[in-house]
C-alpha cells in the first residue's frame, strides 16, 4: 500500500531535510549539486511553495520553505527525489535506495527562529570544517543574503528588508549578524542550532551524519 502524502497545514514556515541512505554520498561533484539544483527550479514553477533559505551538503539538504497548498510540497518533493536519484543511479550505477526515506519536517514555531534557523542552514559548510567563510560555499543562499547576488530560486527571509534600507546595508547587517553567531558558537565551544529547545534537541540529532570520502565531496 502506498504511503498517503505527508500532511503539511499550508501557511505555515517548514525546515525540511532530506538525507543519504545511510549516511550515503548523495553529491560528489559541482555537476551532481548542479542538477538538483536546476531540477528543483523546474519543478518549483509547478509546485507551489516558497524558498527561503537552502544548503547542499554531500550527505544531506536542509531547505526553509513556506508552503502555500498542503500537498504540493510532498509531490515536489517526491518528484525532485526520484528525478535525482534516476540521475545518481544512471551515473554512478547505484543499485538500491539513494534516499534514507521521506523528507523530515520542523515547524517553524515562532517568528524569533526564523532567520536563526535560516543561518543555521547556511552555516553547516562552515560548522563541517568544509569552508573557512560561508561565502566560499557554492551551494547555499548564503550569498544572495550576504552579496545580494542573484539567486531565482530564493523567496527573501520576511525579516530580510528590515535589516536595512538598501541592499548593501542589508547585507552588511546579515554579514554581521552570521559572523556574531559564529562567534558566539566559538566561544561557547559548540556546534548547535540556535532556537526553541525542541527545535536545538530535534536538529542536532538529526543532523549528524558520517563523511564516506572526505575529498570526493562537499560534506
Known amino acids: ?3 498517503q502524502p505527508r500532511f503539511l497545514p499550508p501557511d505555515n514556515y517548514y525546515h525540511i531535510m532530506n538525507r543519504g541512505n545511510n549516511g550515503q554520498l548523495i553529491f560528489t561533484c559541482d555537476d551532481d549539486y548542479q542538477y538538483y539544483l536546476e531540477k528543483l527550479s523546474d519543478l518549483k514553477v509547478e509546485h507551489l511553495f516558497d524558498l527561503i533559505h537552502y544548503c547542499l551538503m554531500g550527505t544531506h ?3 526553509l520553505v513556506k508552503i502555500s497548498k498542503q500537498t504540493d510540497f510532498s509531490i515536489f518533493s517526491k518528484r525532485l527525489n526520484l528525478s535525482y536519484a534516476n540521475y ?5 550505477g547505484l543499485i538500491g535506495h539513494l534516499w534514507q526515506g521521506r523528507y523530515k519536517s520542523q515547524l517553524i514555531s515562532s517568528d524569533a527562529y526564523f532567520m536563526q534557523c535560516g543561518k543555521y542552514i547556511e552555516l553547516n ?9 560561508p561565502g566560499d ?5 548564503y550569498n544572495h543574503y550576504a552579496f545580494s547576488k542573484n539567486n531565482s530560486l530564493i523567496t527573501d527571509d520576511i525579516f530580510y528588508k528590515e535589516l536595512g534600507p538598501n541592499e548593501e546595508e542589508r547585507g552588511r547587517m546579515y554579514r554581521d549578524l ?6 558566539a558558537d566559538t566561544m561557547n565551544g ?13 536538529t542536532n540529532k538529526k543532523n549528524k551524519y558520517h563523511i564516506k570520502n ?4 562537499y560534506r
Do not use: D
Request: overall charge positive.
Open 137 to 141: 560555499y557554492k551551494f547555499s543562499s
Open 1 to 3: 500500500m502506498s504511503r
Open 190 to 202: 559548540r556546534k548547535i542550532a540556535i532556537g526553541t529547545s525542541k527545535f536545538v534537541y530535534n
Open 214 to 217: 572526505k575529498n570526493s565531496a
Open 61 to 63: 539538504t536542509h531547505m
Open 125 to 133: 559548510p562552515l560548522r563541517a570544517g568544509i569552508v573557512q567563510k
Open 178 to 183: 552570521t559572523i556574531s553567531e559564529i562567534i
Open 88 to 92: 545518481y543511479k544512471k551515473e554512478y
